[in-house]
């Protein structure tokens, strides 16, 4: 008996059964991200050691800023004091690298790829759909580029951030909240027209 194949992403059968509903020109496009990495960080953000021994690893500063966030080889997120998200390209080694420096360190890296989705809203709509489930203002006079913040959309919690003007918006959801949140954008963004598409 041969074996099923693996799935690439959590968002797979949603994939297939959206394949026939592709609207000619969509004012928003939800883009379903495949192959990252999630770490969840933690480390004391006063101690100039920790923070240059993790940005020499991930060659980019980590924010330090409540509800902001960093984009370089990674996309670096605040969660709470002393806490991050990284979200990188998988099997780039940077977990490997953050949790051999962890282990002689007051810090910790902990593995968590199997735990998120990530999507990004492109277009037009795309503030009017997030509008529709989420109590953020995101005007763009308040909420602007390299911010970010855990809210509610619609009853998911997520991480949602601004990426820039066109407008994009980055959205990372518990798996187990991946579809729940796929089938609330489809129906929130149908009188805009919502593509949905999957990045190799």
Known sequence: MSSSPLRRHALEDFMRRRAATTVAHPA????????????????????????????????????????????????????????????????????ARLRTFAETSFSTANWQSGAFVQMRLVGDAARDVLAKGCTLDLHPQSFLAGHCAQTLLAKAGVMLAFEDNRPAFSLIVRRSFAEYVALWFAQAGKEFGINFLVDQ
């Not at 883009?31 to 969840?40: A, E, F, H, K, R």
């Not at 100039?48 to 966030?69: C, K, M, Y």
């Open 28 to 95: 928003v496009t939800v883009n379903v991200q495949t192959n990252l990495d999630y770490i969840n960080l933690r480390g004391c953000a006063g101690d100039p050691e920790f923070r240059d021994a993790v940005e020499s690893v991930l060659q980019q500063g980590l924010p330090l800023t409540p509800n902001t966030w960093t984009k370089g080889p990674q996309s670096v997120y605040w969660l709470a004091t002393d806490e991050w998200l990284i979200v990188a390209p998988a099997a780039t080694g940077v977990f």
